[in-house]
């Protein structure tokens, strides 16, 4: 399995979610695999990558804004969203950014 | 200790830096540190994330590109970079992005 987005040319976005999680599951694995899935078919959608140690950090990369705007306020997304803020994290960062160039090893 | 990077408002930098490890630690916990600590003493540095699973993600913040740029010819960031290809990695992808907003929990 390839664990880096296959990102096109430039200019794209990166959603940069930075979170902290709460202790236990509590169906988070599962749903976080339901919404990548689900993200994947979004039109606009690019790749995503992901790490958690102390912190998490995902990277979801899009076409455009609309395509980010269009997957947030998605319906399922946003039960999605719901459920992060009342049992999953502890603490979260979005930031929403316009990735102007990029090189490889 | 606080995992998130306390960032002003937008418009700042974002470097993205995805990348995949060699087997055993060849001195780069050590050499990590030691270049976050001298990256964070640089002009226009803002903060810094990171996380490692299957890919480590990391995310410096900077105040402009000439910031990132400066310190990406860093004398002693260089002699890393090289060490980081010869090395640590398997691979990596680097990712220069304008963040135009953000939002918390």
Known sequence: MN????????????????S????????????????????SRQPGFLGFESARAAVGISVSYWADLES????K???AHRK???????????????RIAKVEYDYSM
Chains 1, 2 share one sequence.
Not at 20 to 39: K, V
Not at 80 to 94: I, N
């Open 80 to 94: 999605a969203q719901r459920r992060g803020r009342e049992d999953w994290y502890l603490d979260y960062r979005v």
């Open 20 to 39: 902290t999680r709460t202790a236990g599951d509590h169906g988070y694995e599962t749903m976080a695999e339901t919404m990548l899935e689900l993200a």
């Open 3 to 18: 664990h880096f987005a296959a990102t096109p040319e430039p200019p794209y976005y990166a959603v940069i979610f930075t």
């Open 68 to 71: 980010i705007r269009r997957w």
């Open 73 to 75: 306020h998605d319906v």
